[in-house]
């Protein structure tokens, strides 16, 4: 395992290496996207004179409403809230029953021993893991540096530039006013969540080098995550007509809808406008290339 993770550290490198060019990416994109506001005031109507007899009144469309919900930031209680419905989620559970069979089967942790005994420790060892990274990733530091924890998926250019876009983000995201900054939230979490570690697993497993290969381990799971992530739409859209029945109930569980919605960024702000207005409310909405993923980002 020890082996694998020194393996796993140059590709997390290789991540921090294209951090910078997609950062300033990033921000001249963020920076541009920025306006006051995507409506346009319409003006006040207008009286046209006829040759009538009657004035005839032409009355401009009216100005199209902004969605309140559109590019809402997260309050700390919404953050909190993350983590907490994260905590019973499916996929936690599910993260940390494949962890530890992970573990026990290449021998990890051997003071835990053997049986169901060894493996209910490396259970309880591995969910503890997830939940204090989910606590510090997406509760308190970004609270702290006010960032969003929030994955952003891009859906659209190369396969190659999406692979390295997901990749990055570990690395870079979104704080609380919407412009791209490094992910230090994300960065300390695994480094916190790694050395918190150390106060439960085996002793012969909490040198600092064990601490150093965790953390740049976890980076690494989550940039394959977050690649899954920004491709999942396209597989599913394959999949989606032989999904099996199981799969389909644990989509409909009102938890993980729940979870859903709460880490769904909203979707930009949108012109809302009746049929007379339709043309303006087109040509003044902004163009968004960015489509936010279901997903937390742990």
């Given at each position: 395992m020890r082996r694998v993770?020194?393996?796993?550290?140059?590709?997390v490198l290789v991540c921090a290496s294209i951090a910078p060019t997609l950062m300033a990416q990033e921000h001249v994109?963020?920076?541009?996207?920025?306006?006051p506001s995507p409506c346009p005031p319409q003006?006040?109507?207008t009286v046209v004179a006829a040759s009538g007899p009657a004035p005839v009144y032409q009355v401009n469309p009216a100005p199209p409403q902004m969605s309140n919900e559109a590019g809402a930031r997260l309050t700390s209680g919404q953050k909190f809230n993350v983590f907490v419905h994260s905590t019973?989620?499916?996929?936690?559970?599910?993260?940390?029953?494949?962890?530890?069979g992970m573990a026990q089967a290449a021998g990890d942790w051997y003071s835990y021993g053997g049986g169901m005994e060894g493996y209910g420790k490396r259970f309880g060892a591995s969910l503890a893991n997830t939940e204090s990274g989910v606590f510090f990733g997406s509760f308190l530091y970004p609270t702290i540096f006010h960032q969003d924890p929030r994955y952003f998926a891009e859906r659209h250019g190369t396969a190659m530039h999406r692979v390295a876009y997901a990749a990055s983000r570990v690395l870079i995201t979104k704080n609380d006013s919407g412009l791209t900054t490094f992910n230090s939230s994300h960065v300390l979490a695994s480094f916190t969540a790694s050395s918190l570690a150390n106060s439960?697993?085996?002793r012969e497993d909490r040198s600092f080098g064990d601490t150093m290969v965790r953390a740049s381990g976890?980076?690494?799971?989550?940039?394959?995550t977050n690649v899954l992530r920004e491709f999942w739409p396209d597989i599913r859209r394959k999949l989606v007509r032989h999904e099996p029945a199981t799969i389909?109930?644990?989509?409909?569980?009102?938890?993980?809808?729940?979870?859903?919605?709460?880490m769904s960024p909203p979707l930009p702000p949108t012109c809302l406008t009746g049929e007379s207005g339709d043309s303006s409310a087109k040509s003044s909405q902004p163009d968004s290339s960015r489509n936010t993923d279901a997903h937390p980002q742990k």
């Open positions: 993770g020194k393996l796993l550290v140059p590709m994109e963020s920076t541009q996207a920025a306006t003006p006040a109507p019973y989620s499916p996929y936690t559970f599910v993260t940390s029953i494949f962890n530890a439960y697993y085996p976890a980076l690494l799971n989550d940039a394959i389909k109930r644990l989509e409909e569980n009102p938890t993980v809808t729940k979870i859903e919605q709460m």
